[in-house]
């Protein structure tokens, strides 16, 4: 799994050069730029080669790069695909897999891409819900390495409600944390469609944390501060780490299986937990005074 953080990852729709240049200075880790679902059908062409020349001009510090194309089934996707391919951003979304065919073909399709750009897929459809485990399993054979959850999309399709507290669709979340885990992926909750209400924001950050997700995706530059905070690693809670690795640096304890620190119980797994939040602190840490 990367260590590098990924607490806040914003949506900009590619057709507006302002909202472009406005993402050089945002303090987020990552910036989608979105080719499809935040750009009208006329504006599609000129939004690639916006996209397209934001990667060429870059000037956006230590944040992660993302394009988001259209699906291949759509008049728009294989030109995105491959002109994508041709920039070579950090990683390339795309959208409604519904199982690891559809991973086979993506992944066929950007094929021309720099080996460092990485296969983001959206997890949006009851199929792909049925299916996560083996799409998460194509990681082995693909660039596949992050998921993003799409429950507006997924809502739609399912007939049902988002609701506050995200009960109807907790069972989903939870299982696709689990399979991204299982395959060593990365992942990132849905978006929170209320963009003036922090009070939700914050809870669905917190919800997510607690499930296992890595960070959010965001559609506007005011939820930044808030993902970046619930999910940037707790002081208290990178001390402790720090103290389990040196424990288990010391010779005497090379052969042990649980250690006592600090009035908890450290077992050995909990030492590679504590190498990541290290890595992931200082990789904000780097971020932050870059």
């Not at 991973?103 to 399709?109: D, E, G, L, M, W």
């Not at 083996?134 to 988002?162: C, E, H, P, W």
Request: proline share 6%.
């Amino acid at each position: 799994m990367i260590n590098r953080p990924r607490r806040s990852v914003l949506y900009m729709p590619a057709s507006n050069a302002r909202a472009i240049e406005k993402a050089r200075t945002l303090p987020c880790d990552a910036i989608i730029l979105d080719l499809e679902d935040a750009v009208a059908p006329d504006a599609k062409p000129q939004a690639r080669e916006q996209a397209v020349a934001a990667i060429a001009g870059g000037g956006f510090g230590g944040r992660e790069m993302i394009i988001r194309c259209n699906g291949f089934d759509t008049p728009w996707g294989a030109d995105d695909l491959a002109a994508a391919a041709q920039a070579g951003p950090d990683a390339i979304l795309v959208p409604k897999v519904n199982g690891p065919e559809d991973i086979a073909t993506y992944n066929a399709a950007i094929d021309a891409a720099p080996a460092r750009t990485a296969l983001w897929a959206m997890i949006e459809t009851p199929a792909a819900v049925f299916a996560l485990d083996a799409i998460g399993r194509s990681a082995k054979t693909s660039r596949l390495s992050l998921f993003v959850i799409g429950l507006n999309d997924l809502a739609k399709a399912m007939g049902g409600r988002q609701t506050p507290d995200r009960a109807p669709h907790l069972p989903i979340l939870s299982l696709a944390v689990a399979a991204a885990r299982a395959h060593g992926l990365s992942i990132l909750d849905s978006v929170t469609n209320a963009i003036d209400d922090q009070p939700l924001l914050e809870a669905h950050c917190r919800q997510a944390a607690d499930i296992g997700f890595d960070g959010k995706s965001l559609i506007h530059p005011n939820q930044i501060e808030t993902a970046n905070r619930l999910f940037s690693p707790d002081a208290a809670e990178v001390a402790w780490a720090r103290a389990v690795i040196a424990a288990y640096a010391l010779p005497e304890n090379a052969s042990k299986g649980a250690l006592q620190i600090d009035g908890r119980l450290a077992e050995r797994l909990h030492l590679d937990q504590a190498e990541r939040l290290v890595a992931i602190d200082a990789a904000i840490q780097g971020l932050v005074n870059a």
